[in-house]
């Protein structure tokens, strides 16, 4: 399967604390997305790493990737009460399936004030 | 501010009609998906295509569901006929992908379908 699996499927934490959410899969991969989903509303993209990164920030993210484990971590640090969403990865596998993006259950993070 | 627009947000019908639902890609991308949202089954994807081709559709069911792209600013998904099991969520993506990359989806705000 070219799908990658999040987890936890739940994670609970108090306002200021750090989330780290992991995304496991089973392919040689080109790159490899996170995406967050509000409730009731459409995903949002929020980080893009290259197979040939190991790490990338973007403002409180950090996205970590070991192409050897086949896994990805994405840390929320300084979690607020507004990063309450469901977070989802998704691999571009390439070869015959690049391009073909999918889901799979997400993380559902819920920061408490 | 160039987002991706799906019609109509909300739908109610009966079983046995038929129910088309609209994408309207962002200007410049050549992806275009076509997902579905229900707490049993999760985030599916039912189609994509690439320069308005049709590249995978095995998410799909063939008897009932269709999908295409008349035009590159236009992508339909149309079930006949609906059942109640088709109710969920159905977003549209667009993207940019060539030379072995596909970058960040951009997500509509999703059709809402309900089946009576």
């Known amino acids: 399967s070219q799908q990658g699996e999040e987890d936890p499927q739940a994670l609970s934490i108090q306002e200021g604390e750090n989330a780290t959410m992991n995304c496991s899969y089973k392919t040689s991969i080109n790159n490899l997305q996170w995406y967050r989903q509000n409730s009731g509303r459409g995903l949002v993209h929020l980080i893009l790493i290259r197979s040939n990164e190991r790490e990338k920030h973007s403002g409180r993210l950090r996205v970590t990737l070991d192409t050897s484990k086949k896994s990805s971590s994405l840390l929320i640090t300084a979690s607020r009460a507004a990063d309450t969403a469901s977070y989802f990865c998704t691999l571009n596998a390439g070869g015959t399936s690049y391009g073909k993006l999918t889901f799979g259950q997400g993380t559902i993070l819920t920061v408490h004030p | 501010d160039a987002r991706v627009t799906q019609t109509p947000r909300h739908k109610v019908t009966e079983m046995g009609q038929e129910v088309t639902m609209r994408c309207q890609p962002i200007?410049?991308?050549?992806?275009v998906f076509w997902y579905r949202q229900t707490m049993m089954q999760g985030l599916e994807l039912l189609a994509y295509?690439?320069?308005?081709?049709?590249?995978?559709d095995s998410g799909m069911p063939k008897d009932r569901f269709s999908a295409e792209m008349p035009d590159a600013t236009l992508a339909t998904l149309k079930i006949q006929p609906s059942e109640p099991r088709d109710s969920a969520v159905y977003f549209c993506?667009?993207?940019?992908?060539?030379?072995?990359?596909?970058?960040?989806?951009?997500f509509g705000e999703g059709s809402r379908l309900t089946v009576l």
């Open positions: 993506a667009s993207g940019w992908s060539g030379q072995g990359f596909t970058g960040e989806l951009f």
């Open positions: 200007l410049g991308h050549n992806t």
């Open positions: 295509f690439r320069n308005r081709a049709p590249l995978d």
